[in-house]
């Protein structure tokens, strides 16, 4: 098959200009923050000379300019956000309340059948599952490892070998996955879990046609991913006990058990909490895994997997972003739970 040039111009035109445009933006961002910090160097520095050839007193800052400086290198920020957050937000929760064409306002009739379609309520309850189990699983296997491989010979070496999968996207840690749940009717057994049923005398099973397991199975993967997370910020945390706390616990005579429910827990517990909010709101938003392992079939669609479905595939854009805004609304608590946790800890 040959490549046709000419027919693939445009495409070629289009890489072009968002090159150069990149290239545009970014040097010159790059050339603001080297030239215009400069210039006003240099206008002090001149008012500094002149100050004292004259013998006057030194002039001072001003503050109102330092404000204005920095409100010039805080809008290119801002309106990333406006274009790139707070635009879609408010178009989004708009089309939530709009019919499949976008014309017609159909009030909370795309709320009311989020909680009328059989298929969503269980899309809803599957998140509801994502987000229970895997903070509080993830978290706890993490902190085990955490203690277990804590001043260890190689613990080095052990941290690596749980936090490798972090460096793995969630697609493909679902395509490793599926050849671990592969099926096969005839012959030899590909897949490692129905390898090991029929060595012990079992039945192979097709793992992710089965409802309610296959979710379960899939909640399984993103635990993998993310106990790695969880192990490296609570080992660090961990470590940064006091070691004058630790060897006076010893000598009081503790036994591990104590020493750990007593001493490393209390210690630990806001990164404890830390961890346990971000793997929620990375729950929440859980996509890939579900879209590559069974393209939310069989029972294990989430609200994301849902939400890209009803808006892209099935051209309904208002119950799409119903779904998004339900979405919204769910990690909203979780953030501001956060956010009140690190100011009393600020603040203590």
């Known amino acids: 098959m040959e490549f046709d040039f000419a027919a693939e111009q445009p495409k070629f035109l289009m890489l072009m200009y968002g090159l150069i445009a990149f290239v545009a933006v970014v040097g010159g961002l790059l050339l603001l923050l080297d030239v215009v910090p400069a210039w006003f160097d240099r206008r002090r520095e001149e008012r500094l000379i002149a100050a004292v050839a004259s013998g006057a007193p030194l002039?001072?800052?001003r503050k109102p300019r330092e404000g204005l400086f920095a409100l010039f290198f805080l809008l290119p920020t801002l309106l990333l956000i406006a274009v790139g957050l707070v635009v879609p937000a408010i178009r989004t929760t708009l089309l939530s309340f709009m019919d499949k064409d976008s014309s017609d306002w159909v009030g909370l009739a795309n709320y009311s059948w989020l909680f009328s379609e059989d298929s969503i309520v269980r899309v809803l309850i599957n998140s509801l599952i994502w987000v229970l189990l895997v903070p509080l699983v993830a978290t706890a296997f993490g902190l085990i490892y955490a203690v277990l491989v804590d001043k260890a010979r190689f613990e080095s070496v052990a941290k690596s070998l749980i936090f490798l999968p972090m460096a793995i996207s969630f697609v493909g840690a679902a395509i490793i996955w599926k050849f671990v749940y592969a099926y096969r009717g005839d012959g030899d057994q590909i897949g490692l879990l129905n390898q090991i049923v029929v060595s012990l005398g079992g039945e192979p099973k097709q793992w992710l046609l089965e409802s309610p397991l296959n979710t379960f199975l899939l909640i399984v993967i993103m635990i993998w991913i993310q106990a790695g997370f969880a192990m490296v910020v609570l080992s660090a945390a961990i470590k940064a006990i006091p070691a004058d706390i630790v060897e006076?616990?010893?000598?009081?005579?503790?036994?591990?058990?104590?020493?750990?429910?007593?001493?490393?827990?209390?210690?630990?517990?806001?990164?404890?909490?830390?961890?346990?909010?971000?793997?929620?709101?990375?729950t929440l938003k859980v996509f890939d895994i579900v879209r590559t392992a069974t393209n939310g079939n069989y029972d294990t669609s989430v609200i994301a997997n849902e939400m890209y479905n009803q808006a892209f595939r099935y051209g309904e854009p208002g119950q799409g972003s119903a779904l998004a805004v339900v979405l919204f609304v769910l990690v909203i608590p979780i953030v501001i739970y956060q956010i009140r946790n690190l100011r009393q800890q600020r603040e203590g």
């Open 59 to 61: 002039p001072r800052r």
């Open 248 to 282: 006076a616990a010893r000598l009081d005579g503790v036994s591990p058990w104590q020493m750990f429910w007593q001493i490393t827990m209390p210690s630990i517990r806001p990164a404890v909490i830390v961890v346990v909010v971000t793997l929620s709101i990375a």
